[in-house]
């Protein structure tokens, strides 16, 4: 092989590294935080960069395509910087892979000094870079084996050793090329929303949550705090990619059996009178003791008013909610329609606009339902229908049409397994009946009697609540188990029933070894 086309392989070589080394990172940056991709990182830092003269210049030449004119230079960048890279690990390896690790550094470094980084941001980065030294150390040991330099031996074939290479190099590009591309534009689709969303200023409600009644929090280390923060809020949806939903071309449809089908914008909603309302919110999957729950100050409009100006037929009993993503609740007509129940189509998240995770712009929110028949993220339709016509995507998959949340209580301290001093310990957790309310939470150690434990105020019938009870712990091995009673006097049951079809039930029970 002459030394030109060598050359130019070996560049070929650098070009596949590259490529690798950037679809890996959009790929994990998907994953870890969209902001977090090297390409956006690196380009931001080159405006931040530029002197002044050279952005007025490229703005005058190209006007607002300068952003295009920026994304081209740095690919014919990328491009000969890659084939420069390929071309020493070909000629003087570990050069070019020394090369591939400086840069990767340099594209770190601008990536973990952007705003809002954390040092996980890396990790597109330094993944990608493994990546693609791989295929730049493979890939040039392949091509020396083809041109007769590096002879494994018995040596193969010329032909043979031209497939190896061009398969592994070909391969590995066009695959990352394609996988790269996708992730880049769904990356693109999340920083854009992000920017829609961080600009929205809420109104204030018509109507507020009342205060925090005094009482309600207690002040215990470990328990569950009373509102739960967005940031540790559980998420649960089917969604692989969370959904970008530009808030201002966003439109909700109220269709089905109605006498006049609603169509919403983001603005025209926002310009509603809005409610706020705080409501524990309850994941069907949620075993005896577990996480699945949170609690948030919710800001919206309530679903009854959209309704009412809909008109659902009298013969109608469902509300078939679908998400961008085709995800769908089906949730009681008439539970929506309820007057004394905060139904909410809603905008607002403990303060502020919804987080993308959590639905942005516009999620439904159903106090004393399950998530999987009410609390629709996303949301683009509602229609009005029929139980006996339509059905839900969790339906369909095994589970109850109908989700009322049961009665619960968990003991969050002292955890399950954990070591206490003997004397006085706090036992202590939150129970929830949402839309019923807790009337008694008791605890029993080894088996004993039920002893009383003491109830903060609640927030709402709508919320969890939170309790404690003070033990005079003994050494040695205990069992601890709590049970509630709700509003009505309906005490939960000593069962063990799984959460399909319609939700665990049992006693939490932990053990505790008391030194
Ligand atoms: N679009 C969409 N909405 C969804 C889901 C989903 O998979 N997709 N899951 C539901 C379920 S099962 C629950 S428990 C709640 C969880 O809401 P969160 O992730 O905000 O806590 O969202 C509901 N809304
Ligand atoms: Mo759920």
Known sequence: MSRARQRAWAALAGLASAVVTLGIAEVVALIVAPAASPLLAVGSLVIDLVPGWTKDLVIALFGTNDKLVLIICLGVLVAVLAGVLGLLEYRRPPWGIVGLVLIGGIATLAVTTRAQATGIWALPTVLGMIGGVLVLRLGTIRLRAWAGIEQAAPAPGVAVSRRRFLVFV???????????????????????????????????????????????????????????????????????????????????????????????????????????????????????????????????????????????????????????????????????????????????????????????????????????????????????????????????????????????????????????????????GVAWAQHTGIDRVEVRVDNGAWEKARLATAISVDTWVQWVYEWEATSGGHTIQVRATDATGATQRDVNIPTVPNGAEGWHTVHVSVA
């Open 170 to 428: 070909g391969g590995t590009g066009i695959a990352a090329l394609i996988i790269g591309i996708g992730a880049r534009a769904l990356n693109a689709g999340t920083v854009a929303v992000t920017t829609v969303r961080d600009a929205i200023r809420l109104p204030k409600p018509a109507v507020a949550a009342p205060p925090i009644p005094v009482g309600a929090e207690l002040d215990i280390p470990g328990i569950t705090p009373l509102v739960t923060p967005n940031d540790v809020f559980y998420r649960i949806d089917t969604a692989l990619q969370v959904p970008s939903v530009d808030s201002s071309t966003w439109r909700l449809k109220v269709t089905g059996m109605v006498e006049n089908e609603v169509e919403i914008s983001f603005e025209e909603l926002l310009a509603l009178p809005l409610i706020e309302s705080t409501v524990t919110l309850m994941c069907v999957s949620n075993d005896v003791g577990g996480d699945l729950a949170g609690n948030a100050v919710w800001l919206g409009y309530p679903i009854r008013e959209l309704l009412a100006r809909a008109k659902p037929h009298a013969d109608a009993d469902m509300v078939l909610s679908t998400s961008v993503d085709g995800f769908t609740a089906g949730t009681p007509l008439a539970v929506l329609l309820e007057p004394d129940r905060d139904s909410l189509l809603a905008v607002g998240m403990n303060g502020t606009p919804l987080p993308l995770e959590h639905g942005f712009p516009v999620r439904m929110v159903v106090p004393g339902l399950y998530g999987y028949v009410s609390a629709t993220k996303w949301l683009v339709e509602m229609r009005v229908t029929r139980f006996a016509d339509a059905s839900a995507y969790w339906t369909d998959r095994g589970w109850s049409p109908k989700g009322p949340i049961k009665t619960e209580s968990r003991i969050d301290v002292p955890s399950d397994g954990s070591q206490v001093a003997a004397g006085r310990v706090a036992i202590a």
